[in-house]
């Protein structure tokens, strides 16, 4: 959480850890977080049940999720 995608959240680097993703073509995108008391991932993307859709251009795990 002090650099990368998730770095947006530096401010809590002293009492949580975390690691943002996304797949390739920003399909999806998550984050993964903890502390010593909880721990709590978010995913977001679609079930392409409909076609393939995109979370759109920029649409990252530290852009998407962590907020």
């Known amino acids: 959480m002090t650099r990368g995608t ?3 959240m530096k401010h809590l680097s002293g ?3 975390g690691k943002t993703g996304t797949t390739d073509n ?3 995108a998550w984050f ?3 502390t010593s008391d909880v721990t709590v991932v978010v995913w ?3 079930d392409n049940a409909r076609g393939k859709q995109t979370l759109g251009r920029g649409g990252t795990g530290g852009q ?3 907020p």
Do not use: I, P, S
Request: negative net charge; charged residues 10%.
């Open 6 to 8: 998730a770095a947006g």
């Open 15 to 17: 009492f949580a850890g």
């Open 26 to 28: 920003e399909n999806d």
């Open 32 to 34: 993964a977080g903890f």
């Open 44 to 46: 977001v993307g679609y």
């Open 64 to 66: 998407l999720a962590v």
